[in-house]
């Protein structure tokens, strides 16, 4: 017996969407985690005995960007940016919405060529060999984690305006 496959679009995405935010999530906290454990112990170990962590500076710029990279698209998914209004004193619901519109396509188009020039350069840093000065991280790894997420972040921003924009009509 053939089954009838699903067209149930909008519940898969919002299923993918929500699956997605837990996972990048649960990485932000473990980051933020590994931050303070590592802040911790470098502090501990720098005045008790004398003897710092090697390559806590470097670990500790690149869970920064790590931490930041994962926060901007569940940032983006929630609509959490700051905005500035500068049509709301308009009386036209039809500018309004043609604004809101203009914003939206410019957000989405803004990620999709950051996303597009940090792949670019993590390719650079790649072929280059560039690595982390004392511990010799590769720094393209950084480059392709906010590639990734400006892309997931122009996805994000695209699924909330859609969102909006079905609420309001």
């Known amino acids: 017996m053939l089954s009838?496959?699903?067209?149930?679009?909008?519940?898969?995405?919002?299923?993918?969407?929500?699956?997605?935010?837990f996972l990048l999530g649960l990485a932000c906290l473990?980051?933020?985690?590994?931050?303070?454990?590592?802040?911790?112990?470098?502090?501990?170990?720098?005045y008790a005995f004398n003897s710092p962590v090697t390559g806590a500076y470097e670990l500790t710029e690149i869970l920064l960007a790590t931490l930041i990279?994962?926060?901007?698209?569940?940032?983006?998914?929630?609509?959490?940016?700051?905005?500035?209004?500068?049509?709301d004193g308009m009386k036209s619901s039809i500018l309004k919405r043609l604004g809101t519109m203009?914003?939206?396509?410019?957000?989405?188009?803004?990620?999709?060529?950051?996303?597009?020039?940090?792949?670019?350069?993590?390719?650079?840093?790649?072929?280059?060999?560039?690595?982390t000065d004392s511990l010799e991280i590769p720094l393209s790894l950084v480059g392709w984690l906010g590639a990734v997420s400006f892309g997931l972040s122009a996805l994000a921003a695209l699924y909330f305006f859609t969102k909006r924009f079905r609420e309001k009509a």
């Open 4 to 21: 009838q496959p699903h067209t149930n679009a909008p519940g898969r995405i919002a299923r993918i969407r929500r699956g997605a935010a």
């Open 30 to 46: 473990l980051v933020l985690a590994a931050l303070i454990g590592l802040t911790c112990v470098d502090v501990i170990a720098r």
């Open 69 to 87: 990279f994962l926060a901007l698209p569940l940032t983006t998914a929630a609509g959490e940016h700051i905005e500035v209004e500068l049509l």
């Open 102 to 131: 203009a914003a939206a396509i410019c957000t989405i188009g803004v990620f999709a060529v950051i996303a597009l020039e940090m792949a670019d350069h993590a390719g650079k840093l790649a072929r280059r060999g560039r690595v």
